[in-house]
C-alpha cells in the first residue's frame, strides 16, 4: 500500500517563504513522477509543479520563479519550496505520486494514482 504525507503547511505573510514535504512510504518512489496539485475554496484542483526521477521539473506559470519542487529519494520524500508567496497562493496543497514508472512530467491530475490528505497554507495580505 503506498502512502504520503504532507506536512509543513501554515499561516504565512505574503512576501514570506514555505517549505511543504511529502513523504511516501510503500512500493513507490524513486522511478516514479510526483507532483503538487493545490485546491482554493470554490475552485478546482489545479496543477502546482512536477518533478520525474532524474530530478526533471515543470511548473505552472502562476507558481514558476517562485516556488521549486525537489526530491530526496534517499529519504522517500518530496519538497516544495515556496518564495515570495502570495495571497492567491492560499489552498490545501496535495502531493501526488504516479504508479508506473517512468520520466514522464505530467500536470493533469488524472495521470496521478496516489494523493495525499493535504496540508493547508494560508498566506496572510
Known amino acids: 500500500q503506498v502512502q504520503l504525507v504532507e506536512s509543513g503547511g501554515d499561516l504565512v505573510q505574503t512576501g514570506g517563504a514555505l517549505r511543504l514535504s511529502c513523504a511516501a512510504s510503500?512500493?513507490?518512489?524513486?522511478?516514479?513522477?510526483m507532483a503538487w496539485f493545490r485546491q482554493a475554496p470554490g475552485k478546482e484542483r489545479e496543477f502546482v509543479a512536477t518533478?520525474?526521477?532524474?530530478?526533471?521539473?515543470y511548473y505552472s506559470d502562476s507558481v514558476k520563479g517562485r516556488f521549486t519542487i525537489s526530491r530526496d529519494n534517499a529519504k522517500n520524500t518530496v519538497y516544495l519550496q515556496m518564495n515570495d508567496v502570495k495571497p492567491e497562493d492560499t489552498a490545501v496543497y496535495y502531493c501526488?505520486?504516479?504508479?508506473?514508472?517512468?520520466?514522464?512530467?505530467?500536470?493533469?491530475?488524472?495521470?496521478?494514482?496516489?494523493w495525499g490528505q493535504g496540508t493547508q497554507v494560508t498566506i496572510s495580505s
Open positions: 510503500g512500493r513507490i518512489f524513486s522511478a516514479n513522477s
Open positions: 518533478i520525474n526521477y532524474s530530478g526533471n521539473t
Open positions: 501526488a505520486a504516479r504508479a508506473r514508472s517512468g520520466g514522464g512530467l505530467y500536470k493533469i491530475s488524472y495521470h496521478y494514482d496516489y
